[in-house]
């Protein structure tokens, strides 16, 4: 059997003259390899706020598993001069990220829900954050964890960007409703709502173990009703490990649940 060799012929040479000729061959593959892409600049200044003093080690290890800040604000078009509304930051996660972004051409709101966050936005210097007064007054239902208002209002607008992260499964379908709408209302024709939550099966009846879950249908459903035009989702929080059978609060995939990531925008016209 004939043996073809390589134009370079590295198997004709001693041992020493062998190994050079390998090295320049990688160095030749990794030099035809294509170059990574560029980092995007939102990504530059994302990454440099999670870097930042404010953040506790807690948070920092969230990041790469299970939150994925970079990705999940590339995905919904974060600009760092844009005006954005968080709605129900919580403790304040995403707020630590978000305003640092934000604060030098762009403008960051806290509603509803805020109020809480308030002194803290103090100790942390966030000064050019604003927690909005927001008229929404959420009463308990039957239903452990989910809450109910007669009126949502968030006197916000001309807005580029909503976002909300694992909230709006603690509502009634109908206030739900209510909260697309007054997004819609806040945001400038184009604006983009971004929504993630953890994900309920489909057309499973609610339960004990999944309230804290939204079915992602009903969830694309009830916003377009509200007007949304629907752009795209993303698997960025798909984890094939969550049969969607537990709560989210579960040991096994406490912070880890199955999550969608959807992306939806106000018609121009």
């Known amino acids: ?47 440099a706020a999670l870097a930042g003093a404010l953040r506790t080690p807690e948070e920092r290890a969230r990041d790469a598993v299970e939150r994925k800040p970079v990705q999940t604000l590339e995905f919904f078009g974060l600009r760092a001069d844009m005006t954005v509304v968080e709605l129900f930051p919580g403790a304040g996660w995403y707020t630590k990220i978000l305003a640092p972004v934000l604060a030098d051409k762009g403008r960051l709101y806290v509603a509803p829900g805020s109020a809480r966050l ?32 007669d009126v949502v209002t968030i006197p916000v607008e001309n807005v580029d960007l909503v976002v909300t992260f694992r909230n709006l499964h603690n509502f009634t379908p109908e206030t739900r409703a209510r909260l697309h709408a007054e997004v819609l209302r806040m945001l400038k024709p184009g604006g983009i709502y971004g929504v993630k939550d953890h994900t309920r099966r489909h057309m499973e009846p609610a339960s004990e173990e999944n309230w804290r879950r939204l079915d992602p249908v009903v969830a694309i459903r009830e916003i377009t009703a509200a007007g949304f035009e629907f752009v795209d989702f993303s698997t960025l929080h798909h984890r094939p ?13 406490k912070g880890y649940s199955d999550r969608f990531t959807l992306k939806f925008r106000k018609p121009l016209k």
């Open 118 to 149: 308030a002194q803290q936005l103090k100790d942390w210097k966030l000064d050019r954050v604003v927690s909005v007064d927001s008229q929404a007054a959420f009463k308990p239902t039957s239903q452990r964890g989910v809450f109910e208002a």
């Open 241 to 253: 490990d969550d049969a969607l059978q537990f709560d989210t609060q579960r040991e096994s995939i």
């Open 1 to 47: 059997m004939k043996i073809h060799r390589s134009p370079t012929r590295c198997g004709s040479f001693g041992r020493a003259t062998l190994s050079l000729c390998t090295l320049a061959l990688g160095a030749t593959a990794m030099a035809q390899q294509p170059a990574a892409p560029a980092r995007s600049e939102i990504a530059t200044q994302i990454e």
